[in-house]
């Protein structure tokens, strides 16, 4: 069953997030206007050593107050391609140039609402180049045995949902190598 969409227009708009009201119509023939938060999208990179490590960060977030551990990611910017925001973004929050970035997996993590697109990769291996140019993104940076991913996950070391689902694709593919 497919919603009809009969027009849209916006109620906010600015460089990070735009909110929306779409006009829609349900199967059933309910109509109504539905608000849409439209994003940028996101790349995410999960970068895995020779010693089956991943590089994490530790960082806060403000918005929930809470300190977790997430993958290296960004905003898509017009002129990139998702590969190459996440291997930017691997280098500008942590140092190390990644290895060549391959797709792991895409993603829309709460599409009843936003039309953000999860773009994550895998690279294997990283150079590191020098201190992050990005001082405001964490207070540590560190290569997180993949061994020890389910136990933080379990334990809410790791929330945000870019990180959850190249994490747990990247588990489930290595465990079927």
């Known amino acids: 069953m497919q919603w009809k969409i009969h027009g849209e227009r916006p109620i906010y ?5 735009n909110l929306w009201l779409t006009d ?4 059933d023939g309910s109509r109504w206007e539905h608000h849409v938060v439209k994003l940028r999208h996101l790349a995410v990179a999960a970068v895995v050593n020779e010693r089956r490590e991943v590089l994490m960060m530790w960082r806060h977030r403000f918005i929930t107050d809470t300190w977790a551990w997430e993958l290296p990611m960004g905003l898509v910017e017009e002129d990139e391609t998702p590969a190459n925001a ?8 942590t140092g190390y140039r990644p290895g060549p970035v391959k797709p792991l997996i895409y993603a829309e993590p709460a599409n009843g609402i936003t039309d953000s ?3 994550l990769f895998r690279a294997d291996g990283a150079t590191y180049v020098g201190p992050p140019t990005e001082k405001n993104e964490s207070d540590r940076i560190e290569w997180i045995p993949l061994a020890d991913i389910r136990g933080m996950i379990d334990r809410r070391e790791i929330v945000s949902s870019g ?4 994490l747990l694709y990247l588990l ?3 465990s079927i190598r």
Not at 24 to 27: D, K, L, N, R
Not at 163 to 166: A, D, E, I, M
């Open 172 to 174: 489930m593919d290595e």
């Open 117 to 119: 697109q999860h773009h």
């Open 13 to 17: 708009e600015n460089e990070w997030v």
């Open 24 to 27: 829609i119509e349900t199967p």
């Open 163 to 166: 990180s959850l689902v190249g």
């Open 86 to 93: 996440a291997a930017r973004e691997v280098l500008e929050e």
